[in-house]
């Protein structure tokens, strides 16, 4: 017992009872004894003695008994404020002795690891500044525990502690040892004769804890989720006919090691049951019994299924919806027949006034201007009520990326039965992007990037956009700015601001080349408008500068009036081609068709898109080019997403640069098609279609001894040249996985998938293939290797590999063609390195490359990121395959 920091004696007058002015004649001492005649209150502190005393019922001038003194320790004890309390009787001078609780200083946690303190501290009553009392720790310890079993851990126990401090104040910790998640050991089944137990197993969430499921919780014992598994049970076996089945008992019992439970269900499957007569009668005008019955699902004779009756009447009711009867009621009235196990419905639709929308009201949004929303909506006031007009406006709201995925379109009574009032309750979401981002793609190896964008600019829809980039592949600078409807009309245009600088590079060895440069500078101008709900037309203008360039220190070599030109030895006649400067004036225009429920996440629905595009208004290029692009996307195996696209494209030039017996192709290459990564994932950037790759050659003798030109097949010794194609096809099947609510909070979307496509059709290029004919075996007074020719001689001088150097070929004094390794020519000028090759055409075929992977999307708190795993099941010589890619900082 603490000791008191000071004592409080206050006597307490009788305040009825007169003072007597005589004293009173003497009573015998035992009653005198009993009569109390001052009670006194001894340690209190924070307590005045008058608040203790108003606890209890002893006063003075009271008799004195045991009982009396029971009864107020019970009182003090039951208001928690005292830790002791004791009661002294000295011939009616009645003295109480207590000793508070102490204050609460802090309260603190030990030992919790797997649940986070801003989640059990909420769950804590006792707080600093109150009175610890024991009743309050205990209810705290039981809130604690129970936290940990709705996370499966029903072994965790809880030891609250007090540190007792000066003032009569204590510190409470609550240790705690959490102990394993309880698991589900095993799940029984008894009574189930039609399925067996791992079908009935199949239909519930809670699973069996098995090794592989390390990365589920699944198989965490969750008495909530043992209800909406009995739930799970009984529409399985609703929906395969047995409408009388019931789950008798559910029973989770914990195994003698006190770590795990053992699940065990009691059921009673009762009689299948067919579908019998199966009618809809109605009491609206225009939809008729006779009208609706036909189109039931079911029919007599079908195994009764209460998912399809649930179904029927949702859908009985949208139907009426589009009829205008927004509050249809529709009943399902069950006959059962026990004798002929047969069910027969009757859907009733109760009568019910058309309506028209009274109002609609648009909330919460606090930056968006209300006109962004309303023109989203595809009904107006004083309309017809339309049920799939409300879902489609939500779709349509949904698919601005401005509000929330999960809205919703309410419907409310209005002022009479036949009004109804929409309400859109948004929530506003972050539309502006600021990115400084840096990081490494498979593609473009090390990115900077800056952009700004703003989807909501000044609250009225329109898009302004910036963005600067640069990377070992490309440097880029855009800016655009879209109207989504002009005027407040339904017209969207925009503009876009481009230069681009592009360099295709090759590896030979650690040294990158830069095979051409490519830099790009226009603007394009757009407008689209839209025709029906789902079908909408756009054109477009365009004009753009290229100025296509090659190294020239690489690449040029002077020509007989010594004007440095391009080899096309070194650089290959289809890149010499692509050299100039040229100027693209183009016209476009495309049609789209459009009914996804979300344009930016859609889960349902179709798009397809059709363009045309001519350059020849004005400019040096003329082409007209066609593209179609088609996708389609369901829901399937609940909220698994499946989708398949394809697109295709062409183009046809409309001039003509040159012969194909020279090689040229009239479309340029940078105006033709590729295909790869990112685009077709197994295959590596523009890996797909027809491509030349130059292989060096080295002197070789075969098995017998024969001099030959041996080709290094080594891969980053090759130069390999993706040229394009013509046309091009691609297809793509992907079914996305859905994850749990916390992946999902991640931005986690994982995806299988499986591509095929091809580039094709392009005008076979020249090959370069130097070879001297003769033997390499001789070595003269020298000791240079010396090449005896069979025919004739050489009449130029081709660098080849002499013994890990390289050399050249010249006559000597002798007129043998002999190897001399310099860098210089038979004058002794200096003479470009390089090494003698073979160049080999591959790629041009139509047949499909096709590939299989999986992959994720995670939008990372550093920047959207993409990952996958790809490996081409169909390729075709020279493609370039590639099986793991990943982009980091940038958008695909």
Known sequence: MAVPVHAQETPVADPVQPVPTTPPAAAPAAESADIIRSIVVNGSQRLEAGTVLSYMKLRVGQTYTQEAADQALKDLFGTELFKD????????????????????????????????????????RLAPRQIYTRSKVRADVARIIELYKRQGRFAASVEPKMVQLDQNRVDIVFEINEGPKSKVQQINIIGNEVFSDGDLRSEMVTKQSRFWRFFSSSDTYDPDRLAFDQQKLRQFYLTEGYADFRVISAVAELTPDKQDFIITYVVEEGDRYKFGDVTVESEIRDFTSELLTPLLPMKEGDYYNAKQVEDTVESLSETAGLYGYAFADVRPEFNR?????????????????????????????TLTQDKVIRREFRLNEGDAFNSFQVKRSANRIKSLGFFQESLEIEQKQGSAPDRIILEANVEERATGELQLSAGFSSVENFILQASVRQRNFRGKGQELRASVSYSSFSQSIELGFTEPYLFDRNVAVGVDVFRRDLNSFNFIGNDRKTTFEQLTTGFQVRAGVPITEYLSASLRYGLSYDDVTLDRDRFFIPNESGELVCNPLIAGRYLCDALGKRTTSSVGASLIYDDRDNRIRPSRGQTVVGSLDFAGLGGSVKYLRGRLNAAKYWRVLGNFIFSISAEGGYIHPLENRGSAADGIDDVRLTDRFFLGEPQMRGFDIRGIGPRVVRNSTIPALDENGNPYNMIVETKNQQIDDAIGGRAYYMTRAELEIPLGSGMRELGLRPSIFIDAGAVFKVTTPILQNPQVAGTLNQRDANGDLVLVPSDEDPAVMVPVPVENALGYLRTDSNGDVVITPQAVDSDGNPFPIATQFTERFFGDSPKPRVSVGIGVNWNSPFGPFRIDVARALLKEPGDDTKLFTFNVGTQF
């Open 85 to 124: 309390v004791s009661i002294r009787n000295n011939e009616g001078a009645v003295v109480i002795e207590v000793v508070e609780n102490p204050v609460v200083n802090r309260i603190l946690l030990e030992g919790n690891k797997r649940i986070k303190e801003d989640k059990i501290y909420p769950e804590i």
């Open 337 to 365: 027949d026990k004798e002929t196990l047969t069910m027969g419905i009757n859907f009733q639709v109760a009568e019910s006034d058309r309506v028209y929308v009274e109002r609609i009201d648009i909330n919460g949004n």
